[in-house]
T-cell receptor
Framework: SQQGEEDPQALSIQEGENATMNCSYK?????LQWYRQNSGRGLVHLIL?????REKHSGRLRVTLDTSKKSSSLLITASRAADTASYFC?????????????FGAGTQVVVTP | ETGVTQSPTHLIKTRGQQVTLRCSSQ?????VSWYQQALGQGPQFIFQ???????GRGNFPPRFSGLQFPNYSSELNVNALELDDSALYLC????????????FGQGTRLTVV
């Protein structure tokens, strides 16, 4: 079973718009990471947020974490066609599972020019 | 570029055969984790190697085995291949000591016919 679940499963927006996707997870975590995957290739690391952090920014990306609700969100601002990809959240649970990431099924984002 | 390289890129094998996939970790990283990603799904954790020893395994049968070498590179071996083993196999390297995020290779696409 997968720890995280992304929502929505798919998202279609136009260039310049913002894209928001959410991730919910089941157990306590050390940290949560967001990854991007283009066309079934390798995963590109986007951002890591630790369990004691609530918000983090990196360029056009903004990630929030609410440990009380066991949820996270990824916001991509001013989207570009190159942002078209699948986005995954991955959690690193606390119980001696460092680095053993559990992924959701991902959100497929399509950005049209 | 993450510095994590996997070989081969693509592979076609026949049911019942054995396969070995290889991963070179990023310089300075001492931990390698392997994941299986079926089409349309998120990656599933197979196992992790730290200092040449298996350090945790997901829900995969014993015919999935691995090795880590003194230079921290790693192999994933799958015996008695089944059609359901067709997937993208990803390796991720990280540093347990430095508590870094995981960086993924481009993956090996395995097709079992």
């Amino acid at each position: 079973s997968q720890q995280g679940e992304e929502d929505p499963q798919a998202l279609s927006i136009q260039e310049g718009e913002n894209a928001t996707m959410n991730c919910s997870y089941k157990t306590s975590i050390n940290n949560l990471q967001w990854y991007r995957q283009n066309s079934g290739r390798g995963l590109v690391h986007l951002i890591l947020i630790r369990s004691n952090e609530r918000e983090k920014h990196s360029g056009r990306l903004r990630v929030t974490l609410d440990t009380s609700k066991k949820s996270s969100s990824l916001l991509i601002t001013a989207s570009r066609a190159a942002d078209t990809a699948s986005y995954f959240c991955a959690t690193d649970a606390t119980t001696d599972s460092w680095g053993k990431l559990q992924f959701g099924a991902g959100t497929q984002v399509v950005v049209t020019p | 570029e993450t510095g994590v390289t996997q070989s081969p890129t693509h592979l076609i094998k026949t049911r019942g055969q054995q396969v070995t996939l290889r991963c070179s970790s990023q310089s300075g990283h001492n931990t390698v984790s392997w994941y299986q990603q079926a089409l349309g799904q998120g990656p599933q954790f197979i196992f992790q190697y730290y200092r040449e020893e298996e350090n945790g395994r997901g829900n995969f049968p014993p015919r999935f085995s691995g090795l880590q070498f003194p230079n921290y590179s790693s192999e994933l071996n799958v015996n008695a291949l089944e059609l359901d083993d067709s997937a993208l196999y990803l390796c991720a390297s990280s540093s347990r000591t430095a508590n870094t995020e995981a960086f993924f290779g481009q993956g090996t696409r395995l097709t079992v016919v």
